[in-house]
Structures are given as structure tokens and as C-alpha cells.
């Protein structure tokens, strides 16, 4: 298979293309939202990283989301910006169009569900119905730029005849690449190598697109459906950083490329990631989010390349290969953590934090170092992990509140006092409140500077690296009316470290606050 695709030029059927639909799908988990800040510093890292197309999100659910995907058109270089729309929504292309106006490269991303089940009871359409609008939706879009993806939402369960039909119009009406999801993650391997092997097969056109997988993880099987696709002649992954998404997520950027990589004997493709950076990646979502990964997550969980076993560090002391499939540098993981002390310069640590895959402006640089001598001055060995959690608690974009300083008495002969000093709106708030420990009255002092109606669904404490002097890493969930955010805040004092993640979270919430749903199909 060679052809000449717009955004790529000529294509070859050992090239795998990496969509990556963290800013898109993975954003409509639970308490996933992200604002414009860092949308773009995640969007900048992704195209760092090396993906081909950035799916930067849907322009006409709200004004938020139509300009953070025009402003990630605007700035970032290197990948393809590509903005989601309904086939059928009124304004949904015109909409995508418009944000993807200013990118080096843009592309409309449209689709429409297809299987009996979402057709009758979702659409309420007839088979032709939903194939007009294949046929329009994609025309629509081609007239605004030359790169134009359709999917068939619920592909894996529609009937293949049906589905060939509809394939078929999308790429008559212009569609350059024909994306097949399994959108509820009922599939198996064998169901999604099969459908892309008859869609090859049958229908007319197909060897001038790129096909396309999208692969739900509900039964734990995204991956190696994800695997299983490009088995069957699938040529572009649509994936996540960590897996986030809607329900039990999407299928994890990370494994499916290391699973490339290291079993190259089985998937012998090419692509443009950079391996050394999937954990950068990994730990920035983490911060961004306020979702940490849990500990035997694959390629970047903290015990992925942890031998407590006698017999497996015996191995791995003798060759790394006996228990080791990839090595932990191939990733991103360094063996050396121990790192800058009390006398060290702002120049080393501005050196250690290009090391370690940062750049951040001089005013939060000030912040950033000022924070670190603290650090330094209270423990007695400062890691790399300590550096990366305050400098992350540091670039975020605090947006209409921000952490000035905490006071706390407390103890077992008193009730608990706060005094919290914030920034809200950029204005100096000083407040004082009492209750049930010193948490708990951090919490009310900020209830009381900023109210509010949110509820504190979670609250929970770790520790950064090892020993009593440990920062404390602490994530915080709100929910108000349905919306739920996660925060999550580090430092050497827990209380002034749960004060930071519950603010992360606030900020967060303002933001969700202001996002409306997407009108329903075909309205107006």
C-alpha cells in the first residue's frame, strides 16, 4: 500500500501513525478537565513527544473548549491539530473548521454512530438517514480543509454491510482517513483484526486511506485490540498518555508503542515517538489531572521495573535481560535520583530541570527555586522526584486562586486554627477559621476566603520519595452538581501540601464551571 495522504505525503504500509486523544476523549473522564494552560503545555509535550495528530477537542461544546483548540492550532508546530464535530451537528464542522483555521497543519475529525442499537435508539434514524449524513458531513468538512477524518462511532457492533456502506460514502464524500473505534470496549483482538481485514478487502477507495483504530479498555482489552488492529491492516493508533478516558479509559499510548518496540518481530512498524519521554509525559498528566498511576502500571508505574524477589534481583543482578524485556532508560526511568543539595545555584538547578525535561519562565523559575532551598534546607537528601513535584506544583496556571502562606496551631489540647493567606483574583485575602485538626480547618479557611457549595469527595496522603522528611504528595476531589475534579499539591509540610492540591482543585472546578455540554444532534 503507497499513496499520497495530505498531512503526510507518501504513505507505506510499515508506517504507524499515533493519534493521541488525551486533550479529547481522555479529558471527559471524571474530574479530568484541564485549562487553556495546560492544555497547551500538554499539547506542546505530545508534539514533542512525537505524535503525528493531536486531537485538541470538540469547538462546539463551549467557547472554552473552541478556544483551546484554536490557540493549540496556533502555537503548536510539528503534529497535526485536529478538532472533533458531529457529521450531522449544525454548526459542529463550521465550528471545527474555524479552530483549526491558524494550524500548520488541521484536520476534521467528524463522526456518526452506526450500529443498530445507537441508530434506533440513540439517532433515531434509519440506515440511509445516517448514511446521507455521512455523505454530507464529510463533503461539509473537506470543504474546509484537505485532511479529513470519519468515524463509525460503535464500529465494532455495526453490521459489516452496513458499515462497508458507510466507509464507502465517507471516502467518495472525501475522507482521507476512515477510523473504526470500538466504542464501548466489547471487542475482542480477533473481532477488530477481522473488521479491518474485510473493510480492505470490500470496499472501493480503501487502499488510498489510512485506517484507523480506537480501541475502549471496559473488558481490559484495548491494547491488544489496539495490537490486533494493525494485524488487520490498521494503520493509525488513536490512544492516551496513561490510558485516561471516558469509563475504563482508552488504549495507553505508552504500551502499545513499548509493545511495538520491544516485540518488533510481531509488529515490525515504524513511528516517530520518542521513548525516552513516555514518562515525562506519564508524571505531567499525573500532576495535571490530580490522577496518579497506579504502582504496576505498565511502562510507567513506579514498581514497573521493581525486583523485590530474591530470585529476580539475583537474575537482574546477573543479566538485567533474565526479568527485564526493555530497559528502564528506554522509557525515561534514570538509575541515577540523588540530586542537588542547600548550596546549590540557581544555574545547577536550572541545568537539573532541562535535565529532567522542564522549561518554565522566569517568574515562576523565581517561585520554583525559592520553594527548592526551602526544600533543601528542611531534608536531608533532596531526589529528583522532589524536584519534579514542586517545580509540577509550580508551572501549573493557577488562575483565579493562588496559595500565599498557612499558619496552623493545633494539637491534642486545642482545637485546630488556620490563618491562610491567598490570592484570589488578585487580591490578598487573609482568613482565619477553627476545626476538627488542622486540615480540617485549612479546608474552612478556604471555604471561608473563597465560598462555595463543592464537596470533598476524597482526600488522600503519600509521600513523594522515602523517610519521615518525605514531601507529601496529596490529591484532593471535589463534586458540585455532577462535576468532579481532582487536584493534587506537594510539599514538606502535609497540611500546606493539602491546602495546595484542595486550591489545584478549586481552580479546576472554576474552570468546569464555565464549560456547557454539546447540543443535541441535529439541533439547533
Given amino acids: 500500500m503507497t499513496f499520497d495522504h495530505p498531512s503526510f505525503g507518501r504513505i507505506t504500509n510499515d508506517r504507524v501513525f499515533i493519534f493521541d486523544t488525551t486533550l479529547r476523549d481522555g479529558e471527559q473522564s471524571p474530574g479530568f478537565s484541564m485549562n487553556l494552560e495546560e492544555k497547551l503545555r500538554m499539547a506542546e509535550a505530545l508534539a514533542d513527544l512525537g505524535v503525528d495528530v493531536i486531537e485538541a477537542g470538540f469547538p462546539v461544546a463551549s467557547k ?3 478556544q483551546s483548540v484554536a490557540e493549540i492550532a496556533r502555537v503548536v508546530k510539528g503534529a497535526v491539530v485536529c478538532a472533533l464535530a458531529r457529521s450531522g451537528g449544525k454548526n459542529d464542522i463550521q465550528a471545527a473548521g474555524d ?9 476534521i475529525h467528524n463522526f456518526i454512530s452506526t450500529s443498530p442499537l445507537h441508530m434506533k435508539y ?3 434514524m434509519e440506515p440511509e438517514t445516517v448514511l446521507d449524513i455521512v455523505t454530507a458531513g464529510n463533503k461539509a468538512a473537506r470543504n474546509l480543509t484537505n485532511d479529513v477524518e470519519w468515524s463509525a462511532e460503535d464500529g465494532s457492533r455495526t453490521e459489516p454491510d452496513f458499515l462497508c456502506r458507510c466507509v464507502e460514502a465517507a471516502i467518495k464524500a472525501g475522507a ?4 473504526i473505534p470500538d466504542t464501548v470496549g466489547y471487542a475482542t483482538p480477533e473481532d477488530m483484526e477481522r473488521i479491518f481485514s474485510m473493510l480492505q478487502e470490500r470496499v472501493p477507495g480503501a487502499d488510498q486511506v489510512i485506517f484507523s483504530a480506537h480501541n475502549h479498555n471496559d473488558l481490559g482489552l484495548g491494547v491488544a485490540n489496539t495490537l490486533a488492529s494493525l494485524r488487520g491492516g490498521a494503520r493509525q493508533i488513536e490512544c492516551t498518555i496513561n490510558g485516561i478516558g471516558e469509563r475504563a479509559g482508552n488504549a495507553a499510548l505508552e504500551e502499545i ?9 510481531q509488529y515490525p512498524y515504524t513511528n516517530r515517538i520518542e521513548t525516552t519521554k513516555l514518562l515525562k509525559l506519564s508524571k505531567m498528566l499525573s500532576t495535571t489531572t490530580g490522577f496518579d498511576v497506579q504502582p504496576n502500571k505498565a511502562i510507567v508505574g513506579r514498581n514497573a521495573f521493581a525486583h523485590e524477589s530474591g530470585i529476580h534481583q539475583d537474575g537482574v543482578l546477573k543479566n538485567a535481560a533474565t526479568y527485564e524485556i526493555m530497559t528502564p532508560e528506554s522509557v525515561g526511568w534514570s538509575k541515577s535520583s540523588l540530586v542537588l543539595g542547600k548550596h546549590s545555584g540557581r544555574a545547577a538547578f536550572r541545568d537539573k530541570l532541562a535535565a529532567l525535561g522542564y522549561t518554565i519562565a522566569d517568574d515562576k523559575m523565581n517561585e520554583a527555586f525559592q520553594r527548592f532551598k526551602d526544600l533543601a534546607d528542611s531534608k536531608k537528601v533532596v531526589y529528583d522526584e522532589d524536584i519534579v513535584a514542586l517545580v509540577d506544583d509550580e508551572v501549573r496556571d493557577h488562575a483565579r486562586i493562588r496559595f500565599l502562606s498557612l499558619d496552623v496551631a493545633s494539637g491534642s489540647r486545642r482545637a485546630a486554627e488556620a490563618t491562610l493567606d491567598l490570592e484570589i483574583d488578585g487580591e490578598a485575602v487573609e482568613t482565619t477559621a477553627n476545626g476538627n485538626g488542622p486540615v480540617d480547618a485549612a479546608f474552612n479557611a478556604i471555604r471561608s476566603a473563597f465560598p462555595h457549595d463543592a464537596r470533598l469527595a476524597l482526600f488522600s496522603v503519600g509521600a513523594v520519595t522515602e523517610g519521615t522528611d518525605a514531601q507529601a504528595r496529596t490529591t484532593v476531589r471535589l463534586e458540585e452538581n455532577g462535576k468532579m475534579v481532582d487536584g493534587q499539591g506537594a510539599d514538606a509540610d502535609t497540611v500546606v501540601s493539602a491546602v495546595r492540591s484542595y486550591i489545584h482543585a478549586l481552580n479546576k472546578l472554576l474552570v468546569k464551571r464555565t464549560r456547557s455540554e454539546p447540543e443535541a444532534l441535529l439541533a439547533d
Fill in 122 to 124: 440513540k439517532l433515531r
Fill in 99 to 107: 479552530a483549526i483555521a491558524h494550524a500548520e497543519r488541521g484536520r
Fill in 176 to 179: 482521507t482517513t476512515i477510523n
Fill in 257 to 265: 508503542i513499548m509493545a511495538i518496540r520491544t516485540r518488533h518481530d
Fill in 64 to 66: 472554552g473548549d473552541f
